[in-house]
């Protein structure tokens, strides 16, 4: 694949990385085992409680409700970050800033810079009211530990609910179901830091890299892309999807699809041209 040879030389040159991250590097696209995964985060830790809860039939509520609770926990601290640390280490020294519709939260776990992420759709890692009638928004670990913690104690369950107006909570993220009630405190802040910097980047040659984004929200990562692709006529703009990899024609001379698998991508082609 000639377009990936020529990748690296593409980074070095370029005044700036625009990165736009999508499904393709998800938690359950990287993990193809995500139950394998949570069983040995808590083998390792020399916790016995899920795997009691994973063989236990017929399990009470509370039971149930604890055993999805480490679930969860386990996925918030998912570190197997290989294909993230490729990235990183392609990015190391550039001036650089990722776009993540993702909302596994992964991605802040790697070596990438946080205040150089923002995940418009929000992430896991932070809880809100249900109804969403506060701008509230509490530590899913934390919230997490003192759940399992007290279960472990005194073996009750106590739910943490929204100390406003009572309703349950839920991950702060963005999807067809919490449309109406998402919250987006959690991410406007760090949007500003994005949207400046974007700015920036106008004259600067530019290197665009999506990788993995389908068509789910093209407005945040695949339409806006094109269009500073199609303004800045010193960006190279590259599209890498296992099937929705086709450019614009109006971009074609400055950009190019390559059709592959993002995790592939990062994990064996773009290996080769760092050796
Ligand atoms: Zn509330």
Redesign the pocket.
């Known amino acids: 694949m000639k377009s990936i040879e020529d990748m690296k030389d593409k980074m070095l040159k370029a005044d700036a990385v625009l990165i736009g991250i999508g499904k393709e590097l998800s938690f359950e696209q990287i993990e193809k085992n995500p139950e394998e995964y949570i069983k040995h985060f808590y083998l390792e830790k020399n916790d016995r409680l899920y795997e009691m809860l994973e063989k236990k039939e017929n399990k009470t509520e509370d039971e149930k409700y604890i055993f999805q609770i480490l679930k969860e926990k386990a996925k918030l601290e998912y570190s197997s970050q290989k294909v993230y640390e490729k990235l990183s280490q392609l990015l190391q020294d550039k001036n650089y800033f990722v776009i993540t519709t993702n909302t596994d939260g992964i991605i802040f776990q790697s070596d990438l810079e946080k205040d150089r992420i923002v995940a418009p759709c929000g992430d896991i890692h932070r809880l809100q009211?249900?109804?969403?009638?506060?701008d509230?928004l509490l530590n899913t670990k934390e919230v997490y530990e003192n759940i399992i913690n007290q279960y472990k104690e005194k073996g009750t369950v106590s739910k943490f609910?929204?100390?406003?107006?009572?309703?349950e909570l839920m991950f702060n993220v963005r999807n067809n179901e919490t449309i109406q009630t998402y919250r987006e405190e959690g991410y406007l802040k760090q949007w500003e830091v994005y949207t400046k910097w974007l700015s920036k980047t106008l004259n600067q040659k530019l290197l665009i890299l999506e990788i993995g984004e389908n068509l789910e929200q093209p407005n945040l990562i695949r339409w806006p892309f094109e269009k500073v692709a199609f303004f800045n006529l010193k960006s190279y703009f590259v599209r890498v999807n296992q099937s929705l990899y086709q450019i614009e024609k109006e971009i074609a001379g400055r950009g190019e699809g390559i059709k592959c698998n993002g995790v592939h991508f990062l994990n064996c082609e773009l290996e080769k041209t760092m050796l």
Do not use: D, I, L
């Open positions: 009211c249900k109804k969403g009638c506060s509230e609910n929204c100390s406003h107006c009572g309703q």
